[in-house]
């Protein structure tokens, strides 16, 4: 009788022993369920946080580019001649033209239209202000643009205080600080509408200084 009561009594604390790892055993795995929840949720939380900040990031640059829809585009014949011509233009886009083209670089008196326009045919942007704009100005206009494949002068009886004309494409500036000058550069100086990109721009006529960048 007594060895009956002794081998329940060991079956009864082995069940209790299993039921207690078993209870241990799902805690376990509770936590572990947790655990990964948990990771997971943080994981995905910081993917979304640099989605978002992706967007914001993305969304500001575009709000922050130079808007370039007030450019003019021109239609303007081609051509050499050795006289002068009117432009429909002023200053001119394009059009009719000296055989010769004006080098690149900065001039501190007007230039010749008909060379001007040769240069903007190789693809040089030409940048022109009014003889009265202030100094400070003019040489902030010298400091943006490029080393090649630009021409800035004054122009008397410009329309606004700076012009910027590249082949086929202008666009009026309201000044030095205009943020839409280093767009217009970038987007037209040797771009697609240039008849003859990477063509000389020294070489030709005049004695420029530099330009700064």
């Not at 795995?29 to 994981?43: M, Y």
């Not at 993917?47 to 303007?76: F, K, M, N, W």
């Not at 280093?182 to 771009?191: D, E, I, L, S």
Request: aromatic share 6%; charged share 15%.
């Amino acid at each position: 009788m007594a060895g009956k009561e002794s081998a329940r009594g060991s079956a009864n604390a082995r069940a209790d022993r299993r039921a207690l790892v078993a209870e241990m055993q799902a805690r376990q795995r509770s936590r572990a369920r947790r655990r990964t929840v948990t990771w997971w949720g943080s994981i995905t939380a910081v993917v979304v946080a640099i989605a978002l900040a992706l967007t914001v990031v993305v969304t500001r640059e575009r709000g922050t580019q130079p808007d370039l829809s007030e450019v003019s585009s021109v239609t303007v014949g081609q051509g050499h001649v050795d006289t002068p011509v009117t432009y429909a233009q002023s200053p001119p886009a394009g059009g009719e033209h000296s055989p010769i083209w004006l080098n690149c670089g900065a001039y501190d008196a007007p230039v010749a239209n008909e060379n001007a326009v040769h240069s903007l045919e190789h693809g040089a942007v030409w940048v022109t202000y009014r003889p009265d704009l202030p100094a400070a100005q003019v040489a902030a206009l010298r400091e943006q643009l490029p080393s090649t494949y630009a021409v800035l002068s004054p122009f008397p009886g410009l329309k606004a205080p700076v012009v910027a004309s590249a082949w086929g494409k202008q666009l009026v500036l309201t000044g030095a600080d205009d943020p839409r000058l280093g767009a217009f550069v970038k987007a037209y100086r040797q771009g697609p509408q240039t008849p003859e990109p990477g063509a000389a721009c020294t070489g030709g006529t005049g004695n420029p200084s530099p330009t700064a960048s």
